[in-house]
């Protein structure tokens, strides 16, 4: 399994922006389907992107509804890594954001994936 480490979180106003960052090990990164996922106190964790291997599908991402044309998922296989471009940030985002991997196809469910980072915490204040 190929071992995930995020970064970037932080404090942030509402309306602003963070990149977060998730480093991979291994040389499979570029193989995998990559996604991030959110967890806020007292809530499931919840799906947020998802980016296909560029080999397989040109990258096709995949957003939930409510970062449409806010976030952007990305990735670098030179750099093992995927990143989320997050952009006009809410207070009620505040969450830990976790990256993810799985094979495949991408998948909102939690349980389809199988190599979890430590999350990072985002915190959005009015």
């Known amino acids: 399994q190929v071992q995930l480490a995020e970064s970037g979180g932080g404090l942030v106003q509402t309306g602003g922006s963070l990149r977060l960052s998730c480093a991979a090990s291994?040389?499979?990164?570029?193989?995998?389907?990559m996604a991030w996922f959110r967890q806020a106190p007292g809530k499931e964790r919840e799906f947020v992107a998802g980016?296909?291997?560029?080999?397989?599908?040109?990258?096709?991402?995949l957003y939930t509804d409510s970062v449409k044309g806010r976030f952007n998922i990305s990735r670098d296989n030179v750099k093992n890594t995927v990143y989320l471009q997050k952009n006009r940030l809410k207070p009620e985002e505040t969450a830990v954001y976790y990256c993810?991997?799985?094979?495949?196809?991408?998948?909102?469910?939690?349980?389809?994936?199988?190599?979890w980072g430590q999350g990072t915490q985002v915190t959005v204040y009015s």
């Open positions: 993810a991997a799985s094979v495949g196809t991408i998948v909102t469910m939690t349980g389809e994936y199988k190599s």
């Open positions: 291994g040389r499979t990164f570029s193989t995998y389907t």
């Open positions: 980016i296909r291997p560029i080999s397989w599908s040109g990258g096709e991402t």
